[in-house]
């Protein structure tokens, strides 16, 4: 157990919807990252946050969103879901978000649009 | 922009003997860090050994060592003593020492004959 927490673990919607989907980070860490991880596009980061604020911005479409609340914890906004879109979410954290840490990872949200 | 090449998608060892799976990437930064991570059939990621890029000696963590050869830009991970539990998709990472953006090689499926 890594200490991160996502919700849901399984999510099931149609194209044209939206969904949030929710990260905990571990306790003490200030940086969560998304990463997305599809079959045709492979392991994909997305997002960084350190402290609340947007620290790098990866390969995120415009019809995804996330922040960084002042708990700390993360969510990621998926909207007009499109097929393609279907993959295994992932939330990892870090200390202080700095690229030589261990980035510790949940167990994924995984999403099916159909 | 940086790339991470995984040219072995599947690779075989038997038990207790030793396995090399290979990465190269391509980077014009001169400071930046490179990781392992294992994936198990849990889909957790886990992981296993980081090299930072201005450190010559190759990383080591007990069975898993790493060949670092920055000039050829390869990274490649030795698993030595290899037990059942080492079968998972291995992926490559990189980062640099700016930016925090992150990039995935394409995994290699390991597995493991007892």
């Known amino acids: 157990d890594s200490g991160v927490t996502q919700t849901p673990k399984h999510l099931i919607t149609a194209t044209g919807q939206r969904v949030t989907l929710r990260c905990s980070p571990r306790?003490?860490?200030?940086?969560v990252y998304w990463y997305q991880q599809s079959l045709d596009q492979g392991l994909q980061f997305l997002i960084q946050?350190?402290?609340?604020?947007?620290?790098a911005k990866g390969n995120i479409l415009e019809r995804f969103s996330a922040q960084q609340f002042p708990d700390l914890h993360s969510e990621l906004n998926l909207s007009s879901l499109e097929l393609g879109d279907s993959a295994l979410y992932f939330c990892?954290?870090?200390?202080?978000?700095?690229?030589?840490?261990?980035?510790?990872f949940g167990p994924g949200t995984r999403l099916l649009v159909l | 922009a940086q790339t991470v090449t995984q040219s072995q998608p599947e690779m075989s060892v038997q038990e207790a003997e030793t396995v090399t799976l290979s990465c190269t990437y391509d980077?014009?930064?001169?400071?930046?860090?490179l990781f392992w991570y294992k994936q198990p059939p849990s889909r957790q990621m886990i992981l296993v050994i980081r090299?930072?890029?201005?450190?010559?000696q190759n990383a080591t963590e007990n069975r898993f060592s790493v060949n670092f050869q920055k000039a050829a830009k390869s990274f490649s991970l030795k698993i030595s003593d290899s037990q059942l539990g080492d079968a998972a998709m291995y992926f490559c990472?990189?980062?640099?020492?700016?930016?925090?953006?992150?990039?995935f090689g394409t995994g290699t499926s390991l597995t493991v004959i007892p």
């Open positions: 990892a954290s870090s200390e202080r978000g700095h690229p030589q840490e261990t980035q510790y």
């Open positions: 306790s003490g860490d200030l940086s």
């Open positions: 946050y350190y402290n609340g604020e947007e620290r």
């Open positions: 980077t014009s930064e001169s400071d930046y860090y």
């Open positions: 090299q930072e890029a201005y450190k010559q």
């Open positions: 990472a990189y980062t640099g020492n700016t930016g925090n953006q992150f990039y």
